[in-house]
């Protein structure tokens, strides 16, 4: 129902591009708050950004610090993750999730549908 891709190895001070499809039918796109997380080895799951069905985003200033952009395309029932540069904190696997919702979270129980993760490693 939520594939999300886009994910590789990538240099520190590179970019890429993370990309959340919304494919089942019975969801209505234009309803439902995308959430990105991350999950590094031997961390807990955060979130790293979201943008709600208003449009309205956060971001995880903490760990992002503007480096990171989010944005729908309702055309193509997808939620993009543009990510510039990289450092080797930012290394793991980046799940997507989806609720109806008009303002986003990072309450991960807030969300019940959830993409099957991209890997992203940042190394040179």
């Known amino acids: 129902q939520l594939q999300a891709s886009g994910g590789g190895l990538v240099q520190p001070g590179g970019s890429v591009r993370l990309a959340c499809a919304v494919f089942?039918?019975?969801?209505?796109?234009?309803?439902?708050?995308i959430g990105w997380f991350r999950q590094a080895p031997g961390k807990e799951r955060e979130g790293v950004s979201c943008?709600?069905?208003?449009?309205?985003?956060?971001y995880n200033e903490d760990s992002v610090k503007g480096r990171f952009t989010i944005s729908r395309d309702v055309a193509m029932k997808s939620v993009y993750l543009q990510m510039n540069n990289l450092n080797p904190e930012d290394t793991g696997v980046y799940y997507c999730?989806?609720?109806?919702?008009?303002?986003?979270?990072?309450?991960?129980?807030?969300?019940?549908?959830w993409g099957q993760g991209t890997q992203v490693t940042v190394s040179s």
């Open positions: 999730a989806a609720q109806k919702l008009t303002n986003c979270s990072f309450r991960r129980e807030w969300y019940a549908f």
């Open positions: 943008i709600g069905s208003s449009g309205g985003s956060l």
């Open positions: 089942a039918s019975g969801f209505t796109f234009d309803y439902l708050a």
